[in-house]
């Protein structure tokens, strides 16, 4: 059975510094995987996913994401954070291409605070 | 931008009694998908569907819960008989063939 592990619960950064959210799954063959967003009383929005092809992933709001098979990670940056990325991150990992009928395991949410 | 429209985003009912979720999905997806997240914890998957029948489900989704698509364009969540661990988000998801799945804003389900 596929899982996630989000290690961190909290993570509060200043405005404007790097941000870095750590992502592992645990998947018997190649996953397909996923970053989602959560705005406070919003729903997921997808942020970046990786299928195959190159490992850096590129999303939406300047996150990208690196998928490293050896480290079983696929962790999630941005190079200078605002006021406005504060929210909880979802990392879920898909058995097949994210659509068909695979439902998504996701992780249990790293929960990012922004200070200024 | 087309989305996934979830109504009502706040349902509050008692024990025992049977709650119905709409959502309509994004015009030209094939795949259907429910989610809940109770509060504090994560989002889990309940099941998924296809060609008007179920594809994939979860062990939370039990026989008090079941989906339907009554017409083209909606599709629909019913739990039978409410229990208070019932209570949570409850997310509507739609995709593509071979495509990532788009969420709906959701309905916060209370069980009183």
């Known amino acids: 059975a596929q899982s996630v592990t989000q290690p961190d619960i909290h993570i509060t950064v200043s405005e404007g510094a790097s941000l870095e959210l750590r992502c592992n799954y645990s998947?018997?063959?190649?996953?397909?995987l996923f970053w989602y967003v959560q705005s406070p009383g919003q729903g997921l929005q997808l942020l970046l996913k990786y299928f195959s092809g190159d490992t850096l992933v590129q999303g939406i709001k300047g996150f990208e994401a690196e998928f490293k098979r050896s480290q079983s990670s696929f962790n999630l940056r941005k190079p200078s954070v605002h006021w406005s990325d504060a929210a909880e991150y979802f990392c879920?990992?898909?058995?097949?291409?994210?659509?068909?009928?695979?439902?998504?395991?996701f992780g249990k949410g790293t929960h990012l605070i922004i200070q200024p | 931008e087309p989305e996934v429209t979830q109504t009502p985003s706040h349902q509050v009912t008692q024990m025992g009694q049977e709650v119905i979720l709409r959502c309509v999905p994004i015009?030209?997806?094939?795949?259907f998908y429910w989610y809940r997240q109770i509060l504090g914890q994560k989002v889990e998957f309940l099941v998924s569907?296809?060609?008007?029948?179920?594809?994939?489900k979860s062990e939370i989704f039990d026989d008090q819960f079941s989906v339907e698509r009554p017409d083209g364009s909606n599709f629909t969540l019913k739990i039978r008989s409410t229990k208070l661990e019932d209570s949570a988000m409850y997310f509507c998801?739609?995709?593509?063939?071979?495509?990532?799945?788009?969420f709906g804003p959701g309905t916060r389900l209370t069980v009183t």
């Open positions: 569907f296809y060609n008007n029948e179920i594809s994939e």
């Open positions: 015009s030209n997806h094939l795949y």
């Open positions: 879920a990992v898909g058995a097949g291409s994210g659509g068909g009928a695979d439902g998504l395991t």
């Open positions: 998947y018997g063959a190649t996953p397909y």
């Open positions: 998801a739609s995709s593509e063939a071979a495509s990532w799945q788009y």
